[in-house]
């Protein structure tokens, strides 16, 4: 049994994976100290989808969760649990009983959870009371499968848990006979995510001036489609190529959104999970108010570049930070209130 | 010195296009600018982590617990405390031997090195021994060092088709540059040898074996000699 955590302490449970999906790892907020080692960020690429997940379960915002991809997992739980799923609107089920996401939701031993086909976004979020179990490596319990650290969900692999409440909260609306669900929801983030082209803000990257004028004005004046080929390290872009520069770049570090033209002139934007160092050069950064959004790229999206100044990028950063905050708060608070309601214990 | 934000999530430090990298000058440069930097940001909160490229310092922060000019006038003033030098010093690194399987099935491209390079294989692994290294940064991949002070003799360029996979521990070549592979990863560098040595264990106190301005010497091994100490790294 490819063990994710010991799986036989006392007092614990174990959640069974059926079927794994399509890619889904166990993540938290990644590794921002061990850049110095090569060690990337990682961790969830919809930061605030994890934080909120968490939030749901009445857990600090960065317990680990199961970032899903395009298409979830079934799994198996062995005890009651508190659980929620944010970010992608995926279609989910727990004992063939539809099951509504982006609420606090409890299950009873034995319940059966089904994430199927993403419907909006790409990603999504469960997480669960206690957060899953699992050792961190690095000061973190974010999968990085690449280097060794974690895995990809596999059939048969058990994570271990802390039992939830052994009933649902008096508020809560059954479901089915194993589980319920909190009577509010928190939708709204999710409105971010464009339908038909996402809009992604940056500001000038590090070596956008060895780019010709025609390349840079391509860059904002084209649309751009995600290529199959993207994974949490990067997103990669496709459409006519821009002329890239011939310059040579000794490599330098570079940040999640990133924006590398290498010589085949199309874009890659680096993702959370990206190597610390490159060595293309940089035309554009996406500002951080808009990382959350390219979790929710998959292939075939549409995206269009918009020009930010630095001092526009920090300013929205702030407003972003503090929309969080508030909107983390009130989750937190009503996810609390929900929990606490009689019935449970 | 140049000083620019990475997007809203970095700021960045770098010496001009002129200071050449192969011959260490860029790296005492930035070993002593990395120390200004870490003496003018002790207890500055929201500081995640400072590291070196081969031109270039960053600073990665949480803007949230630093304001970027707060961080900015700390970066000035770091890089102004280094003018008063007169030049800057070496300074020293930790020392570091990697056995090394040259040839065979572990260095794939040893013939070819030769080939271009003008010489015997025999003369490429006793010129890549002779040299002393310089690690001038981590990056690609965790541990992943990058090495200078390669003989000039054996600068190749890059193979003309990247390998979809490049084993764990192998020793390459490109350009200037010499180094291994801390993980199994697509790569392009001429690939001449294998060492046992873990560049990278998350287990260990440090994990990366190597850091920025240590110094790496190669020692041919036999293939039972990499077998004994396979898992080693001292």
Redo the contacts between chains.
Sequence with gaps: MPALARTHEPGMARVRVLAPGLFTTLQDAGR????????PLGGALDALALCAANRLVGNPEDSAVLEVTGVGPKLWFEAPAAVAICGADFAAYVDGEPLPIGRPIWLGGGAVLEVQKVRRGFRGYLAIRGGFRAEP??DSRSALP????GKRLAAGDEIAYLPGPTAPPAGFRPVSARAAVAPFQVGGWLDQIEDEIVILR??RG?QADWFGEGARRAFFERTWQVAPQSDRMGVRLRGEPLAAPARQL?????????VQVPQDGLPIVLMREC????GYPKLA????ADLDKLAHLRPGSFVRFVEVS?EE??R???VH?RLARVWLRWVAERARQAWDSEGGD | MRL???????L?L?LPEDVP?ETGEALDRLLSLRAALLRELEGVDGI?????????V?V?A???DVA?EDLLARARRAVRSLRSLAAPRTIAGARVHLPVVYGGDFGPDLDEVAERAGLSPQDVVRLHQEGVYRVA????????A?LIGLPEALRVPRRATPRSRVERGSVGIAGFQTGVY??A?PGGWQIIGRTPVAL?D??RAS??LL?PGDVVRFEAVTEEEYHARFGAYT
Excluded: C, K, W
Excluded at chain 1, 32 to 39: E, I, K, M, N, S
Excluded at chain 1, 250 to 255: D, F, G, H, L, T
Excluded at chain 1, 285 to 288: A, G, K, P, Q
Excluded at chain 2, 4 to 10: K, V, Y
């Design positions: 921002p100290h061990h850049r110095r080692l090569g060690v490596v690095l690449r280097y060794g650290i940056v500001v590090e000794a490599s330098e570090p570079v940040v999640p959104g990133s190597q610390t160092t490159g950064t996406v500002i951080s630095v990028a920090f929205l950063r702030g930070h | 620019e934000f990475m997007g809203d999530q970095a960045l770098r990298i995640e982590d400072v590291t070196m490229g081969y031109r270039s960053a990665y949480r803007f949230e970027p940064m981590i990056g690609f991949s965790p541990g992943f990058y801390s993980f990863t990278f998350a287990n994990p990366s850091s």
